[in-house]
T-cell receptor
Framework: GDSVTQMEGPVTLSEEAFLTINCTYTATGYPSLFWYVQYPGEGLQLLLKATKADDKGSNKGFEATYRKETTSFHLEKGSVQVSDSAVYFCALSGNTGKLIFGQGTTLQVKP | DAGITQSPRHKVTETGTPVTLRCHQTENHRYMYWYRQDPGHGLRLIHYSYGVKDTDKGEVSDGYSVSRSKTEDFLLTLESATSSQTSVYFC???????????FGSGTQLSVL
């Protein structure tokens, strides 16, 4: 069945460092791909999405490119801030129409 | 912010007791979902609904039932709570299938 695998955390970075969180997926057909973010004590909220191969989703300085050849959707940001500290979830929506989430990656940014 | 209210926000209960969690939306979205969040597992789908009285099972539905008698309300019931059901439960809604989900703030459930 469909699945999503994320790099294990926690990821600890200094402010203004470059961020990469790896995400790979297994799915039949052509899934849509998403990154969600969860701030402490809150529910998840959509960060960005891509619906077809080579699409780049972007929001708040974060980017991710839908790479069908490597079945990946890595999240990147050029310069992280303390306020980016959160848990990040990669997810896909495949033929079933249901969202399948990865296990989440905790990011901690230190001043 | 999408109008989603989960109640209660926190609950402590004993093994074997029934528990009902409520999700209320003011967005008139067709699709509603119940997820549980556990360390190392991310979010896992318990049940979902695609319309009033139309529900189906997710990947971890054993021990849970749901009901949706009105568009705005989606109830999750643990018929006889077990310690393995200690978790954070999130309700989510979406207007279209395969589209982005809006999440509630979660319910922390502890089964002792």
């Amino acid at each position: 069945g469909d699945s999503v695998t994320q790099m294990e955390g926690p990821v600890t970075l200094s402010e203004e460092a470059f961020l990469t969180i790896n995400c790979t997926y297994t799915a039949t057909g052509y899934p849509s791909l998403f990154w969600y973010v969860q701030y402490p004590g809150e529910g998840l909220q959509l960060l960005l999405k891509a619906t077809k191969a080579d699409d780049k989703g972007s929001n708040k300085g974060f980017e991710a490119t839908y790479r069908k050849e490597t079945t990946s959707f890595h999240l990147e940001k050029g310069s992280v801030q303390v306020s980016d500290s959160a848990v990040y979830f990669c997810a896909l929506s495949g033929n079933t129409g249901k969202l399948i989430f990865g296990q989440g990656t905790t990011l901690q940014v230190k001043p | 912010d999408a109008g989603i209210t989960q109640s209660p926000r926190h609950k402590v209960t004993e093994t074997g007791t029934p528990v009902t969690l409520r999700c209320h939306q003011t967005e008139n979205h067709r699709y509603m979902y119940w997820y549980r969040q556990d360390p190392g597992h991310g979010l896992r789908l318990i049940h979902y609904s695609y319309g009033v009285k139309d529900t189906d099972k997710g990947e971890v539905s054993d021990g849970y039932s749901v009901s949706r008698s009105k568009t705005e309300d989606f109830l999750l019931t643990l018929e006889s709570a077990t310690s393995s059901q200690t978790s954070v439960y999130f309700c989510a809604i979406s207007e279209l299938e395969r589209e982005k989900l809006f999440f509630g703030s979660g319910t922390q459930l502890s089964v002792l």
